[in-house]
């Protein structure tokens, strides 16, 4: 079964600066899809940046970046910039590629991330 | 619709009641998720359909746990006999399936079991 894990529960930033978010996971397959969401205080689930396994070039979207190592299974998203607006909590993802078992996401546990003016 | 639609957005249920949650997905989405989070177990899947499917795919727990799809992008979740610890907020999630991999979420409803 796959696994995904934040080892960080709260993270701080000061605003206008950077931080950088961990997440590690575990899995046999060597395809699959790994995603960080936002999820501000209104509680809806936003996809803020998508890395598939094949691509060894990481992800980036604007402000928001990852660093994604295969052979370590480590995902991490990197914020430059921090804005209040930023301020949420942040889950990693994992999904397979196949639609065997429904293509569900795997959570980590979240970290809550605070911007400070 | 332009996005994944939740009703109610609280919920306040009597212990040993049904409830019944409802889940408006976005237009062409085949898949369609059901998670409960809670602050001490995180975001585990309860249930999926995929496609026309009536009948949810269930993911665990199941049992008190079922989903119906009446309509292509509709869902209803329903929990029978509502215990304590049934209290956490569900998320609905909806995906194109093999044509795209994101899945979009509505705000969730948040159910308080009493």
């Known amino acids: 079964a796959q696994t995904v894990t934040q080892s960080q529960p709260e993270m701080s930033v000061q605003e206008a600066e950077t931080v950088t978010l961990s997440c590690t996971y575990d899995?046999?397959?060597?395809?699959?899809?790994l995603f960080w969401y936002k999820q501000p205080p209104s509680r809806q689930m936003i996809l803020v940046i998508r890395q598939e396994a094949y691509k060894q070039q990481n992800a980036t979207e604007n402000r928001f970046s990852v660093n994604f190592q295969k052979a370590a299974k480590s995902f991490s998203l990197k914020i430059s910039d921090s804005q209040l607006g930023d301020a949420a909590m942040y889950f990693c993802a994992y999904r397979t590629t196949g639609e065997t078992s429904g293509s569900r996401l795997t959570f980590g546990e979240g970290t809550q991330l605070t911007v400070n003016p | 619709g332009a996005g994944v639609s939740q009703s109610p957005r609280y919920k306040v249920a009597k212990r040993g009641r049904d409830v019944a949650l409802r889940c408006d997905s976005i237009s062409g989405h085949v898949t369609l998720y059901w998670y409960r989070q809670t602050l001490g177990q995180g975001s585990e899947v309860l249930t999926y359909s995929q496609s026309d499917a009536q009948r949810d795919k269930s993911g665990r727990p199941s049992g008190r746990f079922s989903a119906e799809r009446p309509e292509r992008s509709v869902s209803t979740l329903k929990i029978q006999r509502t215990e304590q610890g049934d209290s956490a907020v569900y998320l609905c999630?909806?995906?194109?399936?093999?044509?795209?991999?994101?899945?979009?979420f509505g705000q969730g409803t948040r159910l308080t079991v009493v």
């Open positions: 999630a909806s995906s194109l399936g093999h044509l795209g991999p994101e899945a979009f």
């Open positions: 899995t046999s397959e060597s395809d699959y899809y």
